[in-house]
């Protein structure tokens, strides 16, 4: 079926000129993966998913059915929650569709009239988005400037202070820096911390920056984090007080909606979860081996998996990107908007072997 009225045909080829023009590729399961978040290989965990189909074979329901609130709130998400709150030391918590709603439901329902919302310019677009409903208050500071951050508090006349940051950043691959923490505490400021790319990869405990930092948990602290990367399922988590959970419950439209995440992304997680904690020490020796590999090989410092090569030309990415995957490779190819200057985005996952990593690396310095 062909339609005669191209609506957005000047849209779409002024984006094919500027090289930022994307499309679908089916996944190649052929191909070395070094370009999904599944940061600890757990998607091709047979063991976890045959433990938790075993699980869901025995209930008498294999879905949700409905939202949370109404009827579709079932034992499996309260003890992932439970299991949550105890590993990450949270009073209460959460579980939803997605990292996207996660911070839809935070930024729209916590942000009201006469609040301000203080958000890191790198912070996810979820968030970006999050932050032009209503007409959120918002004010951006420069990338993990805190001092700029201080000094916009500082000068804030809000009835509420609201801070997002991430505990590493999608892209840079940058760690947060552990002085939000502080300047949120004496300016009794709220903090949503995004840890879609740092639970389960950094911390003693690899629950993430919280961890990372031993940070005592307060009432001002809110931890968000997906379970579709590092965890190998779908959906999000929401960790917070209890007042501040049973607040979101009450207020937050993708809590409640939609329909609760479902039974098996849940319990897949949780599984991922027991796994994380009882291979903690070899998870954490394997990230460190593929650390210093990057390290050696692109003289590039990573914190956790996510390795940003800058090349700065939107086109030059593409064939980059194509080139490695003619030779077996998947990779990022990151282009403006998303980024200011295009990377190939690397994630040195432990799906794939060190020397996979290493040769990788070798092709790629070649190429560029």
Do not use: W
């Not at 929650?81 to 911070?103: H, K, M, Q, T, W």
């Not at 997906?226 to 979101?248: D, N, R």
Request: proline content about 2%; overall charge neutral; glycine content about 6%.
């Amino acid at each position: 079926m062909s339609y005669k009225n191209l609506y957005y045909d000047n849209e779409l080829k002024a984006l094919k000129k500027s090289g930022r023009y994307r499309t679908r590729e089916v996944v190649d399961n052929k191909m070395l993966d070094f370009a999904s978040n599944d940061y600890l290989g757990l998607s091709h965990n047979k063991n976890i998913h045959l433990s938790t189909c075993n699980t869901i074979i025995e209930l008498p329901i294999n879905s949700s059915k409905a939202s949370l609130l109404v009827n579709g709130y079932h034992q499996i998400h309260k003890d992932f929650e439970d299991a949550l709150c105890l590993a990450n030391g949270f009073e209460s918590g959460i579980i939803l569709g997605s990292g996207f709603n996660a911070n839809i439901a935070l930024i729209d329902s916590l942000v009201r009239k006469g609040d301000e919302l203080f958000m890191d310019e790198k912070y996810h677009a979820s968030g970006v988005l999050a932050s032009q409903i209503n007409g959120i208050r918002v004010r951006f500071f420069k990338h993990n400037d805190m001092n700029e951050l201080k000094e916009f508090l500082s000068i804030s006349d809000a009835k509420r202070k609201i801070v997002a940051v991430e505990g590493i950043y999608s892209m840079d691959g940058d760690l947060l820096k552990r002085e939000v923490f502080d300047i949120c505490e004496d300016e009794n400021t709220i903090l949503i911390v995004d840890e879609a790319h740092s639970s389960g990869v950094i911390g003693d405990n690899l629950m993430g920056i919280f961890d990372y930092y031993n940070i005592s948990i307060k009432p001002n602290h809110i931890k968000m984090g997906t379970l579709g990367k590092a965890y190998g399922s779908f959906g999000a988590f929401i960790l917070a007080s209890e007042h501040i959970v049973e607040y979101l419950i009450n207020r937050a439209r993708p809590i409640i909606y939609a329909t609760s995440l479902s039974l098996y992304d849940t319990l897949l997680a949780h599984n991922a979860l027991i796994y994380m904690q009882q291979n903690k020490l070899m998870i954490k020796e394997a990230i460190k081996l593929r650390q210093k590999i990057i390290y050696e090989e692109l003289n590039i410092h990573i914190d956790g998996l996510i390795v940003p090569v800058l090349i700065n030309d939107n086109k030059k990415v593409i064939d980059i990107k194509n080139e490695l995957q003619r030779l077996g490779y998947a990779v990022g190819g990151i282009r403006q908007p998303t980024v200011e200057k295009a990377i190939i985005r690397i994630i040195a996952r432990l799906g794939q072997t060190p020397d996979e990593l290493r040769d990788l690396c070798k092709n790629l310095d070649k190429i560029i």
